[in-house]
């Protein structure tokens, strides 16, 4: 039995893991979901989100040794908890997310690849606090192989504040002792397939995964992507 932390991604909540823990459950996993500051539930003001105050709600969510799940721009934060706090992380898992490379933020490390099918559909709030994604693009970008939970999916997506996306994750060596996995969705239509083999190139071949997925595979193929977790699960020490 492994224990599951799953970290969303931007203008998404905890709430979008609702098929996957059921299904880690179902497999003998403990596994646990959290909105991060001023997503979902969390009240936190976007004026006061940092990158930092995503990593450091992850810390505050674990206590042993965790496999811990980043989807798409969580991959930042993540990686920042486990460079301030590397003791409490089993296993960093991407899932067609953003691995931190040097000096760029989010947003700059998004721009090297290779054409930007999201462009189109930012929508910066006029305070510049905030960004969103166009809601009627939600189904083409994101959700297009799970239609099902589309309407699910626009009543709880919200707000995501642009400065941690915007900050380079500071990483060394605590980060580098962390066991890590990726999951490249090939279908997906927000962040490019090649470009998420891209940046998983430095993890072990062993530990590079696929999906035949949207950018939503919570929501497309949750059973399919828990024993995809399962697997990676039994192979962490």
């Known amino acids: 039995m492994a224990r599951f932390l799953l970290i969303h991604g931007s203008c998404h909540g905890a709430w979008c893991w609702r098929d996957v823990i059921p ?7 403990e596994a646990q979901a959290i909105d991060l500051p001023s997503h979902g539930d969390d009240p936190t003001p976007a004026t006061d989100v940092t990158l930092d105050l995503y990593a450091n709600a992850i810390l505050d969510a674990l206590e042993n040794e965790t496999i811990v799940v980043g989807h798409s721009m969580a991959g930042f934060p993540i990686s920042r908890a486990a460079e301030l706090d590397p003791a409490k992380f089993a296993r960093l898992v991407y899932l067609c997310a953003y691995v931190p490379w040097p000096g760029l933020g989010l947003a700059d490390q998004r721009r090297k690849a290779p054409y930007q099918p999201l462009a189109e559909a930012f929508r910066v709030a006029p305070d510049r606090v905030t ?28 707000p995501q504040p642009i400065l941690p996306q915007e900050t380079p994750a500071e990483l060394g060596t605590n980060y580098a002792s962390v066991p890590r996995s990726y999951i490249t969705c090939d279908d997906d239509r927000a962040i490019p397939p090649e470009f998420q083999r891209e940046m998983a ?14 950018h939503s595979p919570f929501f497309s193929m949750p059973k399919q992507l828990a024993q995809l977790l399962d697997q990676i699960a039994q192979h962490t020490p």
């Open 23 to 29: 299904a880690l459950n179902a497999l003998g996993h």
């Open 131 to 158: 960004m969103g994604f166009d809601p009627d693009m939600a189904l083409e970008k994101f959700y297009h192989d799970c239609p099902q939970s589309l309407e699910f999916a626009l009543q709880n997506l919200c």
């Open 201 to 214: 190139a430095d993890i072990a071949a062993a530990d590079r995964h696929s999906l035949p997925s949207s």
